[in-house]
């Protein structure tokens, strides 16, 4: 299974970005999907989620209601729409997968991903 993040760029503070991640090698409509992104000199951190289905997403709190995941029309794609960026949101984003996630909160925790993206850089700065 291979993931490929892409989308990132500069943008000002306000401005908007959308990241995608295209899945390929497996039949992606099993996974669950999740957003995660690492800032300069800190760990990384959970960021959204969507259930295999599409039924489900999480956010963290500091991204509800700027930032919505979605499963591409392809099924091969999982999007993060990122709206309202705001300089704290600069970091390199990776887009994972998990095949059999479990637990209260499986999404915000990294062992329960299989699979990872390589990571794409957002820049958000004046």
């Known amino acids: 299974v291979q993931l490929q993040a892409s989308g990132g760029g500069l943008v000002q503070p306000g401005g908007s970005l959308r990241l995608d991640c295209e899945v390929s090698?497996?039949?992606?409509?099993?996974?669950?999907m999740g957003w995660f992104r690492q800032a300069p000199g800190k760990e990384r951190k959970f960021v959204a989620a969507i259930t295999w289905s599409g039924a489900s997403e999480y956010y963290e709190d500091s991204v509800q209601g700027r930032f919505f995941i979605s499963r591409g029309d392809a099924r091969n794609r999982v999007l993060l729409r990122m709206d309202a960026l705001k300089t704290d949101d600069t970091a390199v984003y990776y887009c994972?997968?998990?095949?059999?996630?479990?637990?209260?909160?499986?999404?915000?925790?990294?062992?329960?991903?299989?699979?990872w993206g390589q990571g794409t850089q957002v820049t958000v700065s004046s």
């Open positions: 090698g497996h039949t992606f409509s099993s996974f669950a």
């Open positions: 994972a997968a998990a095949a059999s996630p479990v637990g209260l909160r499986w999404y915000t925790m990294e062992s329960e991903y299989d699979y």
